[in-house]
């Protein structure tokens, strides 16, 4: 088949390899520098699979500016534009997606579309009745930054939201690329898979502050945070896994999620929702006190990259810190090798990670790193078990 992907992020570049497989698959961007480095079988995004895949694998694949080449004659076309959320309307900014949409409608074509980007819950069928159409739905996705290729070739389920025929010959196009043989998948209304997406990022967010909160009450308190977790986990129940604390979830995908989640809770009875959303604004409080308690009057980020092998800082959790320590007046240094620029948020960016050190009273990490190691002392983190 040939297969379109608008959007060459985490989603639409993973999705673009894997189909490439085994299809004809054309990506289109807008960003001249992405497609250049695709068709030069570079990969833009920091993932192993990825630049492995685009370096070895013989991949049916090119990448274009022309949305027009990218669109035409294509089966299924796939949408992965960002849909960030807009803390104004209380909603996504689904304006990228819809633009495709449009797109693809102005052409005329007979290709499905297939949404990839997160969505708020009922965007499907408003969207089927505003453009009159039938032919599109939404297949979520269940990626892990710097790990986005490697979810897919072992996903943990396919699920696409709609029950025709295009929609369960799509889901088999995901599970033929796939390496993991028996991947399940679920087909069900748009509505519900809108859900599924929503709940399942909000569950892992509640972990996240659920062990944020343990190691908030450990750390006023006294007590050993890794003990307390390593008891709590040894319950199968529980399970030893994604419980390490940091300063907050983050990412693109978590802190936006839950947001729309308790948006589309408006005219619904809860409090956990709501609780998960303030409980990350609590943690990144506590955290800034922390630090203020050492008094320091220089203090360095040490990464905004919040996750090890990865690239992405987009709302990251380390941000929320450094906009309350600047409240306090608080000189602020950031080393991050991935950025190009000399200040970030006006704060200092430091290129030499041994000048870094010896400018910064005291230096705030997320995840502890072999090069920072040597100055312990300095360091505030509460990267418990050395990993994630």
């Not at 939201?161 to 028996?182: H, N, R």
């Amino acid at each position: 088949m040939k297969i379109a992907v608008a959007g060459t992020g985490y989603v639409g570049l993973s999705m673009s390899i894997l189909l490439s497989l085994r299809n004809e698959v054309v990506a289109y961007d807008i960003v001249q520098e992405k497609v250049e480095m695709l068709n030069k079988r570079i990969s833009p995004i920091k993932d192993k699979e990825m630049e492995e895949y685009l370096k070895e694998k013989d991949l049916n694949l090119k990448a274009t500016l022309d949305y027009k080449e990218a669109f035409k004659n294509a089966d299924y076309i796939i949408i992965s534009t960002p849909t960030n959320y807009d803390e104004r309307l209380n909603y996504f900014d689904t304006s990228s997606v819809e633009d495709i949409i449009q797109k693809v409608i102005s052409l005329n074509l007979d290709s499905t579309i297939v949404i990839k980007s997160t969505v708020p819950v009922g965007f499907i069928e408003r969207i089927r009745k505003k453009y009159n159409t039938n032919n599109i739905f939404f297949s979520p996705e269940f990626l892990r930054e710097g790990h986005a290729l490697y979810d897919n070739l072992y996903p943990s389920r396919i699920i696409v939201g709609d029950t025709t025929e295009k929609a369960v010959t799509f889901g088999e196009l995901l599970k033929e690329v796939s390496l993991k043989p028996d991947v399940k998948i679920l087909t069900m209304e748009p509505t519900e898979a809108e859900a599924v997406k929503l709940f399942a990022n909000t569950y892992l967010a509640l972990r996240v502050a659920y062990f944020n909160e343990l190691d908030t009450y450990a750390e006023m308190k006294g007590l050993n945070t890794k003990e307390i977790i390593e008891g709590v986990c040894l319950d199968p129940r529980i399970g030893d896994f994604y419980n390490n604390p940091s300063f907050g979830y983050g990412g693109y995908c978590l802190p936006k999620d839950t947001k729309q989640l308790l948006a589309n809770y408006k005219d619904v009875p809860n409090n956990m929702i709501e609780a998960i959303v303030k409980a990350n604004d609590t943690r990144k409080n506590h955290i800034t006190s922390m630090i203020l308690k050492r008094n320091p009057k220089v203090v360095g980020i040490y990464r905004l990259t919040m996750k090890t092998n990865s690239d992405n800082f987009r709302a990251s959790a380390i941000q929320g810190i450094i906009e309350r320590l600047k409240k306090h007046h608080i000189t602020i240094l950031i080393y991050e090798p991935t950025l190009k620029e000399s200040t970030f948020h006006d704060c200092i960016v430091i290129k030499d990670i041994d000048e870094f050190k010896s400018k910064s009273d005291v230096i705030v990490s997320n995840r502890i790193d072999d090069c920072i190691k040597d100055i312990s002392d300095r360091i505030y983190t509460r990267d418990i078990f050395t990993r994630d």
